[in-house]
Structures are given as structure tokens and as C-alpha cells.
């Protein structure tokens, strides 16, 4: 049995996280929003971590590539369904955020199972991003003299959702040329 290393230990970390951040976002104390973006942002930081730590000192491993995205997925859908409830996103914004991942982590897993390999662009992560301060400023939802949380979150929401549909259409993109190169290569052989 392998031990854990320390990036798959952080990822698991990100992943214990999230209940402790949904108490928080969905209780009703004034203080609490506070918290749960104080949570969130931490969960969200060990998203960059992780990987940081397991690419500079070479401990990638294949439960890491599986955990982190799996940990990233349930980390935006575990604060976009309550942001819904508290009417602070539309439903369909969230819809095609999760839905994006969804399709992604679908394509993903057919292009492993042909072989192919698709980096992650910075399209996506721009988006992510996006998406952790978006969530940041709906979370907190303040508006005070100088900065109104709710309206920076709802931008940087939609330039989220933006980001979300253009990066999802670069990775089928990607895939869908190395997948036609692959086919024509196995079709009209040197």
C-alpha cells in the first residue's frame, strides 16, 4: 500500500474543506460569510499548491491527476448550488459552469482512453480564476463605500461563464484535431 505524499495529502485537505464551507455559507449568522470565504479562498489556494508542490519536486502521481480535478469540480459546484438558493447567480450561469466541467471530464476520459493527451490551456485557467473570485465576492455579498461585492462578483461571474465556454470549445478542439490526426494516421500509414 503507497503512502500518501504531501500533494494528494493537500488535495484531500481541499476535499474535507468543503463541508466545513458549506456550514458556513449556508448558516444565516451575519459573521459567517466571512468564514466561508475565508475557507473557500484557503480551498481554493491548495488547488495551486498541490500541483505547485507535485510538479517542482516530482511527486505527480495518478491518484494526484485523478483526486485534483475531482477535488476542483466538487469545490465550484459545492459554492455555485447554494449561491443559486441565496439568489446571488442565476441557475443557468451555474448550470453551464458545472455543465462545462462535466462535458470536459467526459472528453477528458475519452481522450485518455484513445491515448491522447490534451494540456490544460490557460483559457481554463483563466477561468478558474474567475470563478474562485467570483465566488469570493458573492459569498460576502457586502456593499460598502467604496466596493459593492455583489456587483464585482456578478462580473466576474459572466466573464467566468465566458472563459468557461470558450476554454471548454479549445479543449474539444484539441482534441477533436489529435483525434482526426490520429484516425488519418491509422487510415493512410507512411
Not at 9 to 35: A, C, E, G, H, Y
Request: a positive charge; hydrophobic letters at 55%; zero cysteines.
Amino acid at each position: 500500500m503507497h503512502r500518501l505524499n504531501l500533494p494528494n495529502k493537500i488535495t484531500l485537505i481541499r476535499i474535507f474543506l468543503i463541508p466545513l464551507f458549506l456550514v458556513f455559507l449556508i448558516s444565516s449568522q451575519k459573521i459567517n460569510p466571512l468564514f466561508a470565504a475565508i475557507i473557500f479562498g484557503i480551498a481554493s489556494f491548495t488547488d495551486w499548491l498541490d500541483g505547485h508542490l507535485a510538479r517542482s519536486t516530482n511527486q505527480v502521481t495518478t491518484l494526484g491527476k485523478l483526486l485534483d480535478p475531482i477535488a476542483d469540480k466538487i469545490l465550484i459546484t459545492a459554492a455555485l448550488i447554494p449561491l443559486v438558493e441565496l439568489d446571488r447567480v442565476s441557475a443557468w450561469i451555474a448550470v453551464v459552469i458545472i455543465g462545462r466541467e462535466f462535458a470536459v471530464s467526459g472528453l477528458r476520459t475519452v481522450a485518455m482512453s484513445k491515448g491522447i493527451i490534451i494540456s490544460a490551456s490557460w483559457w481554463g485557467k483563466y477561468k478558474m480564476v474567475f470563478e474562485i473570485a467570483a465566488i469570493i465576492f458573492l459569498i460576502l455579498n457586502y456593499k460598502t463605500l467604496f466596493i459593492n461585492f455583489y456587483l464585482w462578483g456578478t462580473v466576474s461571474i459572466w466573464i467566468a461563464m465566458i472563459l468557461s465556454i470558450v476554454s471548454g470549445i479549445d479543449y474539444f478542439m484539441k482534441f477533436w484535431n489529435q483525434y482526426i490526426v490520429e484516425s488519418n494516421d491509422e487510415k493512410f500509414p507512411n
